[in-house]
């Protein structure tokens, strides 16, 4: 006698993300909720293609049957990964190169560099490339800008929504492509950027909290936004151990959200200056067990005149650094157009003390 079996959730399934928060908003928790449906009942109830549903329930047998996990060889997860990478767009062809497309799904990717080196005006490009249709190679979805910093301009995404526009409507050649154009438009865009304001570490935390709730009551979102996520926790200067403890269980939260719910996590982040003795470094803030957080950082930074963008951690990308832009349309490679000019914040002009022991921070970011 096999004796009695413990319910094996569907979370344990070799599936792609996004089938399993399907799965599990249509009722869906365990694999014994499966055993008695077909393919069809289970597409229309779950919203899944007919060939993820037969997936899904093969999926379930091999899991009943053998009663031990499903497993795979290296080569089946790499070509399942391959097939469900998604990317977002940058606009700047060299860096979506290094980056092996973009900003990737189901991973968090931080953004690091001092006051006006264009942190929020990549954010605000995401924001906007993240909607670009499925016809032009892009993911067609939602986003949710988490914005500490009050660095949001709503004309400045006017602009790189306009232009965006125009880039597609240039590059439409069939009649998919045009058709997808008619719903394409600078409203469309801006009623798709939900915009949640933040004034300190409290409201973060709480919108984070209830985030999972407006994810599921608005699936079409792929991208969530923080900027910056290093700002509403500097009231916790002299509280190292409560503001470590509260840092590692947001980006516990966060890394988590990104791959349950196969969306792209991109959070923002200032610099410090380090101290050892007589030397220096400028480093990001919030210390190294931050640092490890996200899959990728990602440092803006000046070289003289020009502004450079370094991959300086990845699991699969190399170490790497791309000149870029910030033009009137946007972020863009270098030597497009002549660089504009980014507002900075008052909160990163803002001086103070830097959140890691023995450093300062650099120019108040």
């Known amino acids: 006698s096999r004796g009695v079996r413990m319910q094996r959730p569907v979370s344990s399934l070799s599936l792609s993300p996004s089938v399993k928060v399907k799965l599990v908003g249509a009722g869906f928790q365990f694999t014994s909720d499966l055993l008695h449906v077909d393919a069809q009942q289970l597409s229309k109830e779950a919203g899944l293609t007919q060939p993820e549903a037969q997936e899904v329930l093969q999926g379930v047998r091999r899991a009943e049957e053998g009663g031990a996990p499903c497993s ?40 690091c560099g001092v006051p006006g080196v264009g942190k929020t005006q990549l954010c605000l490009q995401l924001a906007v490339d993240v909607q670009v249709p499925h016809c032009f190679g892009g993911l067609g979805a939602q986003v949710v800008y ?28 069939d009649q998919e492509q045009r058709v997808a154009m008619e ?15 933040c004034h300190d570490y409290l409201e973060l935390l709480a919108e984070l909290h209830l985030m999972p709730g407006f994810l599921s009551a608005h699936p079409g979102v792929r991208l969530l936004v923080v900027d910056s996520v290093a700002s509403p926790f500097r009231p916790l200067l002299d509280e190292l ?9 947001l980006a516990q939260q966060l890394v988590a959200m990104a791959a349950s719910r196969d969306m792209a996590v991109v959070v923002t982040n200032q610099m410090t200056t380090r101290v050892w003795g007589t030397h220096s470094e400028v480093v990001p803030a919030l210390g190294d067990t931050w640092g490890h957080a996200a899959a990728i950082r990602l440092r803006l930074q000046w070289e003289g005149p020009r502004r450079l963008a370094t991959i300086v951690k990845s699991p699969c990308h190399r170490v790497s650094a791309v000149g870029y832009q910030i033009t009137s349309e946007g972020f863009r490679d270098a030597g497009q157009s002549a660089d504009w ?3 900075v914040s008052q909160s990163e002009m803002s001086s103070g003390s830097d959140p890691d022991p023995g450093s300062s921070w650099v120019t108040g970011s």
């Open 72 to 111: 795979c060889t290296a080569l089946e997860l790499l070509q399942k990964e391959e097939e469900e990478l998604r990317t977002i767009v940058t606009f700047s062809s060299q860096l979506d190169a290094a980056l092996g497309g973009g900003a990737p799904v189901g991973r968090m990717t931080e953004v």
């Open 146 to 173: 988490v914005d500490t910093e009050g660095g949001f301009r709503l004309q400045r995404l006017l602009d790189l929504a306009a232009a965006a526009v125009n880039h597609c409507s240039l590059l439409a050649e």
């Open 341 to 343: 000019s980014e507002p």
């Open 241 to 249: 151990s409560q503001r470590t403890r509260l840092l590692s269980g």
């Open 183 to 197: 719903t394409f438009t600078v409203e469309t865009i801006l009623s798709n950027v939900f915009v949640v304001r």
